[in-house]
Structure formats: structure tokens, C-alpha cells
């Protein structure tokens, strides 16, 4: 099939699955005598298997390990959920840095009057933690908000 037939069967759009022929993460297509990439049943898998990674959140990196242990099948299971797990403890941490931002948002906001008066809590902690530009000796240099300096 032709890269536009690959792209609909398996999800994946043409740019991308050229991109991925580009970093190997897909074989090279065979080409036709006029140059059309052509498209086995076995790359569109590998490119379903891919996507399915991508929408998981696997990094490119760890999608062409995962792509390698899947096409070995004598492969220990063990490394593929050593990558699976390294992933979910990456989430894991995302999810609660993302959840402490929130919830210092949420703070803020209803800390925040909301009317007509300019006093805001939301722009005074955000002034607050902003390194400073200061002048000094005719350098500029940047002032942390908890009063270090740093040479720029």
C-alpha cells in the first residue's frame, strides 16, 4: 500500500510516518519505479504498535527499545517492564508537579478579589518569585527574589 493508504490503516499521518522511516523507527518502505514509497501488512503493525506507544506517552527513545524487545521474541519480559514502569514513575512525578502548580493556582486564585480594584495576590506572587534586573558597576545582573545575586 502507498503512504497515504499506511497513514489511514494504521492512524498515523504521512509527515510522521515519514519521520519515522527517517530515524529508523520503521524500516526504509520499498520503492515502486516511479519513487512511491510502498508499504507492507508488517510496517503498518510497527506503525500501529508506535502510535499506540505515542498515545501512552512513550518517548521516541523508548518507543525504538520497545519496537526492538517486540520484534525479538525471544526477549526477557522483564526489560520491557523495566521501560514501562521507568515510564509510569515519570508520570507519576509529572502528575504531581503538575497537582502542586493547581494547587498553588487555585490559591492564588481565591486569594484574588476579582474586582475592580488592581490589587491581585496571582500577580504579586508571580512578581515575587521573578529574578530582578539590578545595575550594578554597569553590568546588568540578575537578582533572585530570595535576594541572591547572579552575575549574567
Known amino acids: 500500500m502507498n503512504?497515504?493508504?499506511?497513514?489511514?490503516?494504521?492512524?498515523?499521518?504521512?509527515?510522521?510516518i515519514r519521520y519515522y522511516e527517517s530515524i529508523g523507527l520503521i524500516p526504509e518502505a520499498d520503492r515502486t519505479a516511479s519513487g512511491y514509497r510502498v508499504y507492507t501488512p508488517?510496517?503498518?503493525?510497527?506503525?500501529?504498535?508506535?502510535?499506540?506507544?505515542?498515545?501512552?506517552?512513550?518517548?521516541?527513545?523508548r518507543i525504538q527499545q520497545l519496537v526492538g524487545l517486540w520484534r525479538h521474541r525471544d526477549r526477557a519480559s522483564a526489560e520491557v517492564k523495566r521501560i514501562a514502569l521507568d515510564h509510569v514513575a515519570e508520570l507519576e512525578a509529572k502528575i504531581a508537579a503538575m497537582r502542586a502548580?493547581?494547587?498553588?493556582l487555585q490559591e492564588l486564585a481565591?486569594?484574588?478579589?476579582?474586582?475592580h480594584r488592581p490589587d491581585c495576590p496571582i500577580l504579586r506572587d508571580l512578581e515575587s518569585s521573578a529574578p530582578r534586573l539590578a545595575q550594578g558597576?554597569?553590568?546588568?545582573?540578575?537578582?533572585?527574589?530570595?535576594?541572591?545575586?547572579?552575575?549574567?
Open 42 to 61: 508488517h510496517e503498518v503493525n510497527i506503525l500501529r504498535f508506535v502510535r499506540r506507544a505515542r498515545t501512552l506517552g512513550f518517548s521516541i527513545e
Open 110 to 115: 481565591d486569594a484574588c478579589q476579582g474586582d
Open 3 to 16: 503512504i497515504g493508504q499506511a497513514a489511514k490503516v494504521s492512524g498515523v499521518n504521512a509527515k510522521l
Open 101 to 104: 502548580m493547581s494547587d498553588t
Open 137 to 152: 558597576n554597569g553590568r546588568p545582573r540578575f537578582r533572585a527574589a530570595a535576594g541572591a545575586d547572579q552575575t549574567s
